[in-house]
């Protein structure tokens, strides 16, 4: 039987609050024996405040080897897969320091107790180090519980969406409606959805409509008027009025799905710079047990009296200061919290290879159509020659536009329009309808392949299209062609319009650009980023497009399995290249760029071929994606940084460096005090992230 999607992320969730529970379970219970058996290696604490017997009772060497036994070997268990590392495959991580060190401490600690004449027959008097040894293991888990509260806290999106998705859907089956769970919806249900409620699963509107909030997916805050024939996302919520829609996509198909399903393949992969520190990491145990070995040979034979103890406890304070922690969170937690802050933009990061070359991108190539434009034509200019006809001199078409009053001849090419579906008839049909113009019944309408559309309205003729359909009509159309020439120019396509055997004026479609689509180039083009477009489109128009968003450079008249090749020349001259695109032709360049960024608008295709999905239409989340991508590698920067400085300074301390000028040695139990800090620090370095301004 399969688990229901909602009850398998429900049960991920529920294992991931069992471990931390467990870790704090362990915290708290390793906090309590550490002081304790604090107490009791400081017994002139207790004295000093009148509790002289049990201070005598807690300072028993037995009953501090008892305390610390689960400490070291419950509390402490996790780290010891670094040491069956070690032993098994001759390998090391960081865990191997946590066991080896803390080891040393408690075992020497326990031959002290057990059998204290060992060191006594050298005239030595042994010391307890139970409390290093618990103490260190508490507080390497304290750092160990912080991180993972963080990572808890970076998968907030993802919670926060998943709780998003509707529990139940009112299915219609055989005419009778009935509420379902939302698990047992099937692709081709018909689902009614109200005012108010979520939509369950993804699909098409069949019938009614609604006001659609979908800042979901999208991040945008209005929401959206759907109609018949519009699709509509899964766990996105009708604000307003009633429809029916049809069901498209269902369980791990759905667009909410997806977007889990991107940012937890993220948060669970590493980065070029990741995989970087742990070679480094690699290198540096061994490194660190050659200077834990030089150290105790140097101290035991040269060292002061007892030398033995001196040997020991500078050894352990060089096992324990060196412990790689930091460097091992430095970069997860700064890529968590990065691919989380994404995911609260609705920028989706499907790896953290693509979240870092971002940062690194020299130049950007925006693909035109439905990425920089909206991808569908609509009607810009309407241009209506004077009943006389006669000819004017040149002018601008904005001088020859007509403002909200509709030209006469607008509901006859109405009437042709709505009976074609062909984009631009469509998008002369909906401007028709924009204007409330009543649209009269065409008869004898004719699609010529290639120039336009011919038909009668009221027993006149009526044409709409290219020259080519006026030449053959025998139409003149010179007084238009002025005009006709300056729309071309500026990346419009004109229609002209004939009635009657009469060039009556021009009607000019294009793929509008999207609103925000000059602002991002712009921002783009300050962050110091090579802007450039690439369409299938003329070289006149496409350079009409540029010009207006001041893009750097044009790649006009580029077929679609170009577009991949574009890429790689680009790349070839030395350069990061990142990709912008939202369709299937778009999928080989998105996927050859160095980072390819997919807009949620888009195929499904697009999408799985990109590193970066943004699921806001907006542009300015390409600025905000780039923005994040450089915060995160600052942090991760610092925290490598920090890490590294860290050991480099502290490990000839506690290999005793300063002994000989000052006397000065690092207490096992302080060093396990300040890489505990250095790792928290680390982990609270990532999480300034939350707070990094990006948009």
Not at 217 to 243: D, I, L, Q, W, Y
Request: hydrophobic share 50%; with cysteine; charged share 15%.
């Amino acid at each position: 039987m399969t688990t229901p999607p909602h009850d398998h992320a429900a049960m991920l969730r529920e294992r991931k609050a069992a471990e931390l529970r467990a870790l704090w379970r362990k915290l708290v219970v390793g906090a309590v024996l550490s002081a304790i058996i604090m107490l009791g290696a400081f017994p002139q604490l207790l004295r000093a405040v009148g509790l002289g017997a049990v201070a005598d009772v807690l300072a028993q060497p037995i009953l501090l080897f008892l305390l610390t036994l689960p400490v070291q070997f419950w509390v402490g268990a996790q780290f010891y897969q670094g040491l069956w590392l070690l032993v098994r495959y001759r390998s090391a991580d960081m865990n191997t320091l946590i066991a080896v060190g803390t080891l040393a401490a408690f075992s020497y600690s326990a031959v002290a107790t057990f059998a204290p004449q060992i060191f006594t027959r050298g005239g030595l008097t042994p010391d307890l180090y139970y409390d290093t040894a618990a103490v260190i293991i508490t507080l390497i888990l304290l750092g160990r519980y912080l991180e993972a509260r963080a990572k808890a806290g970076t998968g907030e999106a993802i919670r926060k969406l998943m709780g998003l998705q509707a529990r139940t859907a009112r299915v219609r089956r055989d005419g009778v409606e009935q509420d379902v769970p939302v698990e047992s919806v099937i692709i081709g249900d018909e689902i009614i959805v109200r005012a108010g409620e979520k939509i369950p699963v993804d699909g098409a509107i069949i019938a009614g409509a609604g006001s659609v909030d979908e800042s979901m997916v999208t991040g945008e805050s209005m929401p959206v008027e759907k109609g018949a024939g519009a699709t509509v996302v899964g766990a996105t919520v009708n604000r307003a009025g009633n429809f029916t829609m049809r069901a498209m996509k269902i369980g791990k198909d759905t667009m909410l799905q997806q977007i889990i399903r991107l940012v937890q393949n993220a948060q669970g992969s590493k980065a070029p710079i990741q995989r970087l520190a742990d070679r480094v990491s690699g290198v540096f145990v061994p490194i660190v047990f050659g200077i834990a070995a030089v150290t105790f040979m140097v101290w035991f034979v040269w060292g002061p009296a007892p030398a033995l103890t001196f040997a020991l406890l500078n050894t352990v304070g060089v096992l324990i200061i060196a412990c790689p922690c930091a460097l091992g969170l430095a970069t997860p937690t700064a890529v968590m919290v990065g691919v989380g802050r994404g995911a609260e933009r609705g920028i989706l990061i499907k790896d953290a290879e693509a979240l870092e070359l971002l940062q690194k991108v020299q130049t950007i190539v925006l693909d035109k159509t439905g990425t920089l434009t909206q991808g569908t034509p609509a009607v810009t200019d309407v241009i209506a020659l004077p009943p006389t006809h006669t000819p004017t001199p040149p002018r601008p078409p904005s001088q020859r536009e007509v403002g909200n009053q509709a030209p006469e001849w607008l509901p006859a090419i109405a009437a042709l329009a709505a009976r074609s579906t062909h984009p631009l008839s469509q998008a002369v049909a909906a401007h028709a309808v924009a204007k409330r113009v009543t649209v009269p019944e065409a008869s004898d309408v004719t699609e010529v392949a290639g120039q336009g559309l011919m038909g009668r309205v009221d027993g006149a003729q009526v044409l709409l299209g290219n020259a080519a359909l006026f030449a053959n009509a025998h139409v003149d159309i010179a007084p238009l062609q002025t005009d006709a020439y300056a729309l071309a120019e500026h990346g419009k396509t004109p229609l002209y319009v004939g009635v009657g055997g009469t060039a009556v004026g021009i009607i000019a479609v294009a793929d509008t650009l999207k609103p925000t689509s000059k602002d991002a180039v712009a921002a783009l083009r300050a962050l110091g980023i090579e802007v450039i477009m690439v369409t299938g489109d003329h070289a006149v128009t496409a350079q009409a497009i540029a010009r207006e968003l001041g893009m750097d450079r044009v790649l006009a008249e580029v077929k679609p399995e170009e577009k991949a090749e574009k890429i790689a020349e680009l790349k070839a001259g030395g350069k990061r290249v990142a990709m912008v695109g939202d369709g299937i032709n778009d999928a080989p360049a998105l996927a050859a760029a160095d980072v390819g960024i997919a807009m949620g608008t888009g195929t499904d295709v697009a999408m799985e071929s990109a590193g970066i999905t943004l699921m806001r239409g907006d542009l300015m989340a390409i600025v905000e994606a780039i923005r994040l991508s450089r915060a995160t590698m600052r942090h991760i920067v610092q925290n490598l940084f920090w890490a590294f400085g860290y050991n480099v300074v502290l490990i000839p301390v506690a290999a005793g460096i300063l002994y000989p000028l000052t006397g000065t040695l690092l207490n096992p139990m302080l060093a396990a005090g300040a890489m505990a800090f250095s790792s928290v620090s680390v982990v609270l370095n990532s999480l300034r992230l939350k707070r990094a301004r990006i948009a």
